[in-house]
């Protein structure tokens, strides 16, 4: 029932830049934190950045002062502005949401398929 969706991977070169968006669908009564991981070949999932209900942020070490995590609410989206890239950022970035479909349920967490970014050197 509940489906997020990611868009805006793709190639770049080091030192450019990328967008991703991830937009939640389907039965959601609402949303407690939405935010990125991400997966490079051989290695475990690691946190990106997260956002959470009052606008509180949370960024992996490697990716702070370059990367910035947004939510549009009203869009049930979160988007990652991504600059300064470098060939270490290459990995699958999966969205992610933990939310509630109704009001009575605990939250759940959901996953998107994910999408490719690859840096060049």
Avoid: H
Wanted: charged content about 15%; proline content about 2%; some cysteine.
């Amino acid at each position: 029932q509940v489906q997020l969706v990611e868009s805006g991977g793709g190639l770049v070169q080091a030192g450019g830049s990328l967008r991703l968006s991830c937009a939640a669908s389907g039965s959601i009564f609402s949303i407690n934190a939405m935010g990125w991981y991400r997966q490079a070949p051989g290695k475990q999932r690691e946190l990106v950045a997260t956002s959470t209900n009052g606008d509180n942020t949370n960024y992996a070490d490697s990716v702070k002062g370059r990367f910035t995590i947004s939510r549009d609410n009203a869009k049930n989206t979160v988007y990652l502005q991504m600059n300064s890239l470098k060939p270490e950022d290459t990995a699958v970035y999966y969205c992610y949401a933990r939310l509630t479909k109704n009001r009575y349920n605990y939250y759940n967490d959901y996953w998107g398929q994910g999408t490719q970014v690859t840096v060049s050197s």
